[in-house]
C-alpha cells in the first residue's frame, strides 16, 4: 500500500514562528500537494509539485513556501505563522497524470496561539 | 474558473437505506470527477472517479456515481448505508487537461442503527 506520512499529527506553535510541516511518500509518485482542510470550506491547495524542485502555487499560495530537493519528501513552510493559518494541514502523492487518484497523509492540525 | 458544490452539508440515514449525497460543478471544458472520503482522524481515501466512458461508475465500499453532463452533477450513491459509512465526504474536480484539482466543501453523513 502506498503510504504518504506527515511528521506531526498535532503542533502548537506561536504567532511569528517559522513552522516546518514535512512529507514524505514510499510510492515513487511525481506529484505531491499541500491542501488545508478547514470546516466548510472543504480543501484548499497551498502549493503542488510534479518534480524535484519544481512547484507550483495553488490557490492560496500566501504566507506559505514549500521545498522539494528530494521526490519522496515535500516540506510546507509557514515563514511567520499567524493565527488565520491555524488549520488541518493535508499532504497528498499521486503518480504522473493529472487523472490519478491521490494518496493522502492523516494530516496536521496546527494550532498558533 | 472551476468550482464544486456540495449543497448538503449534513445527511441523515437510517441504516438499511439508500444513500445519496450530491454534488455539482462548474467548469469550462470537460470534467474529471473524484469522490474521496474522510473517516475521523484519518485522512481522505479515493473512492471513485468519472473521467470518460459509461456515466455510472463504480467504486470501494459498494459506492457508486452517475456522471450527468445536462445536469453538471456527480451524485454519490449507496443502494444500502451502513453505520460504518459515516463520514465526511468530499466531491473533487478537475479540467481534462488542467493541473488543479478542486474540491467542494464536503458532506458530512450520519447513518443511525
Known amino acids: 500500500d502506498v503510504k504518504v506520512t506527515q511528521s506531526s499529527r498535532y503542533l502548537v506553535k506561536r504567532t511569528g514562528e517559522k513552522v516546518f510541516l514535512e512529507c514524505v511518500q514510499d510510492?515513487?509518485?511525481?506529484?505531491m500537494f499541500w491542501y488545508r482542510q478547514d470546516p466548510g470550506l472543504g480543501l484548499r491547495l497551498i502549493y503542488f509539485?510534479?518534480?524535484?524542485?519544481?512547484?507550483e502555487k495553488g490557490d492560496i499560495p500566501e504566507g506559505y513556501s514549500v521545498s522539494r530537493e528530494k521526490k519522496e519528501r515535500f516540506s510546507l513552510i509557514l515563514e511567520s505563522a499567524s493565527t488565520n493559518q491555524t488549520s488541518m494541514y493535508l499532504c497528498?502523492?499521486?503518480?504522473?497524470?493529472?487523472?490519478?487518484?491521490?494518496?493522502f497523509g492523516s494530516g496536521t492540525q496546527l494550532s498558533v496561539l | 474558473a472551476q468550482s464544486v458544490a456540495q449543497p448538503e452539508d449534513q445527511v441523515n440515514v437510517a441504516e438499511g437505506n439508500p444513500l445519496t449525497v450530491k454534488c455539482t460543478y462548474s467548469?469550462?471544458?470537460?470534467?474529471?470527477l473524484f469522490w474521496y472520503v474522510q473517516y475521523p482522524n484519518r485522512g481522505l481515501q479515493f473512492l471513485l472517479k468519472?473521467?470518460?466512458?459509461?456515466?455510472l461508475v463504480k467504486g470501494s465500499y459498494g459506492f457508486e456515481a452517475e456522471f450527468n453532463k445536462s445536469q453538471t452533477s456527480f451524485h454519490l450513491k449507496k443502494p444500502s448505508a451502513l453505520v460504518s459509512d459515516s463520514a465526511l465526504y468530499f466531491c473533487?474536480?478537475?479540467?481534462?487537461?488542467?493541473?488543479?484539482?478542486?474540491f467542494g466543501g464536503g458532506t458530512r453523513v450520519l447513518v443511525k442503527p
Open positions: 497528498a502523492s499521486s503518480s504522473h497524470g493529472w487523472s490519478e487518484k491521490l494518496f
Open positions: 510510492m515513487d509518485h511525481e506529484n
Open positions: 509539485s510534479y518534480d524535484v524542485k519544481m512547484k
Open positions: 467548469v469550462s471544458g470537460n470534467p474529471y
Open positions: 468519472y473521467i470518460t466512458g459509461d456515466n
Open positions: 473533487a474536480l478537475i479540467k481534462a487537461a488542467g493541473n488543479k484539482l478542486t
